[in-house]
């Protein structure tokens, strides 16, 4: 397994085919056990949809391993606070796609802006990606004032068969006059 994408306060360790099919399963001990966290109930019930969905893509394009489903790790505690993932690699204009929940307990401290901009500085020093998209609901306050904050803009939108409507947005990464990102 890779290394995790660690920042101040968040591991964000990559879920393996075999962790992912487990999550699917409805069966997050096991998982709980070999990331040596705690995988909260309503964790793993929000995840197991989405590890199925993940699971099927890594099946058949296992080249996009390295993009999808991550657990929000506390560092202190060691307890998971939400997920996050892109929706694959980038696509054909270099851009990839991220997604993130974090738990309603959770929520307005700072865990998924940390965790975004972990995860987009991984992605530009290992991958070179410069271009960021998010597809987030009208009716999603605390996305849009996340998106808002990493420099988003919206490009767009579009109707998604699961979600119905989505405004889209993309940002240049890092952000103009922040330094460079590093890896770790």
Do not use: C
């Given at each position: 397994?890779?290394e995790p994408i660690v920042s101040?306060?968040?591991?964000?360790?990559?879920?393996?085919?075999?962790?992912?099919?487990?999550?699917?399963?409805?069966?997050?001990?096991?998982?709980?056990?070999?990331?040596?966290?705690?995988?909260?109930?309503?964790?793993?019930?929000?995840?197991?949809?989405?590890?199925?969905?993940?699971?099927?893509?890594?099946?058949?394009?296992?080249?996009?391993?390295?993009?999808?489903?991550?657990?929000?790790?506390?560092?202190?505690?060691?307890?998971?606070?939400?997920?996050?993932?892109?929706?694959?690699?980038?696509?054909?204009?270099?851009?990839?796609?991220?997604?993130?929940?974090?738990?309603?307990?959770?929520?307005?401290?700072?865990?998924?802006?940390?965790?975004?901009?972990?995860?987009?500085?991984?992605?530009?020093?290992?991958?070179?990606?410069?271009?960021?998209?998010?597809?987030?609901?009208?009716?999603?306050?605390?996305?849009?004032?996340?998106?808002?904050?990493?420099?988003?803009?919206?490009?767009?939108?579009?109707?998604?068969?699961?979600?119905?409507?989505?405004?889209?947005?993309?940002?240049?990464?890092?952000?103009?006059?922040?330094?460079?990102?590093?890896?770790?």
């Amino acid at each position: 397994m890779p290394e995790p994408i660690v920042s101040d306060r968040l591991e964000l360790p990559l879920l393996s085919e075999h962790q992912l099919a487990r999550l699917a399963a409805g069966s997050a001990d096991e998982v709980a056990g070999e990331l040596n966290a705690m995988l909260p109930p309503e964790w793993a019930d929000e995840v197991r949809r989405i590890a199925g969905f993940r699971l099927r893509q890594l099946r058949e394009l296992p080249r996009d391993a390295p993009w999808l489903l991550r657990p929000m790790l506390l560092r202190e505690g060691r307890i998971a606070v939400g997920h996050i993932n892109f929706h694959g690699p980038p696509d054909a204009e270099g851009i990839p796609e991220i997604g993130y929940t974090v738990l309603p307990g959770y929520r307005r401290r700072g865990y998924a802006s940390e965790a975004v901009r972990a995860l987009f500085n991984w992605a530009a020093s290992e991958h070179g990606v410069r271009r960021f998209r998010a597809s987030v609901s009208p009716d999603n306050q605390a996305s849009l004032g996340l998106i808002a904050k990493l420099g988003f803009t919206q490009v767009g939108d579009q109707w998604d068969e699961e979600d119905g409507l989505e405004l889209v947005f993309e940002a240049a990464w890092p952000p103009q006059g922040s330094p460079s990102p590093r890896s770790g």
